[in-house]
């Protein structure tokens, strides 16, 4: 079975730009979660959404968004971008409710750089 | 709040060695607790996990035992291996659900 997959892999953006995140979770797997990785950090939490809804929110500006889709791939939306925006985007799905201390399963990532 | 406290590395093993690397925590309400292995390039993988207090965790050789009285959940294996080489994780989530609390990571080099 496939894990959750993200794309795209890398992207180089500049400052002031806005970017596209996307996440497929697990089949059958109806919560996404979104956090940052700083290099040589632990992920920080962004976003977690449950069927369609925002179940969870972190401690990001108002230029981070997010949505999910009735098929529960979800999007990450970063706009007027920062240097400081520079990290490791993960998504991470989970089976349950968000409320059932499920595993969270995690992809590869998206190594976002800016410039 | 919520919170995961990891011992600092990075850690240097030699082959067959002993590991330990320390983990607490503080949560409000009851938490489940995690490790997680980062290898390079890679998103994070679940290591093992223990939903309750004396629950011990385990899987390839490591295990970490849920002790409620010292809110701890070191990280042990008996016998490193090269391929061991990873940052690993400590994380929580309390039942609120909302959200995983990971620690700083600890990277762990086992050299041959």
């Known amino acids: ?115 | 709040g919520n919170s995961v406290t990891q011992m600092e590395g990075p850690v240097t093993l030699s082959e067959e060695a002993f590991l330990t690397i320390n983990c607490t925590y503080t949560a409000t309400g009851y938490p489940s607790l995690f490790w997680y292995v980062q290898y390079p390039g890679e998103g994070l993988q679940l290591l093992l996990k223990a939903t309750k207090a004396d629950d011990k965790g385990s899987n390839k050789g490591f295990e970490a035992t849920y002790r409620k009285e010292t809110t701890s959940f070191h990280l042990e294996k008996g016998s490193v291996q090269v391929s061991d080489s990873a940052v690993y994780f400590c994380a929580l989530s309390v039942n609120t659900g909302n959200q995983f609390y990971f620690g700083t990571g600890t990277s762990l080099t086992v050299i041959p």
């Open chain 1, 1 to 115: 079975d496939a894990g959750v997959t993200q794309s795209p892999t890398h992207l180089i953006k500049t400052r002031g730009q806005h970017v596209t995140l996307r996440c497929s979770p697990i089949s059958g797997h109806k919560s996404v979660s979104w956090y940052q990785q700083v290099l040589g950090q632990g992920p920080q939490f962004i976003f977690q959404y449950y069927e369609k809804e925002e179940r969870g929110r972190g401690n990001f500006p108002d230029r981070f968004s997010a949505r999910q889709f009735p098929n529960y791939s979800s999007e990450l939306n970063v706009n007027a971008l920062l240097l400081g925006d520079s990290a490791l985007y993960l998504c991470a799905s989970s089976s349950g409710r968000p409320w059932d201390n499920q595993p969270q399963h995690f992809g590869d990532g998206t190594r976002l750089s800016i410039l």
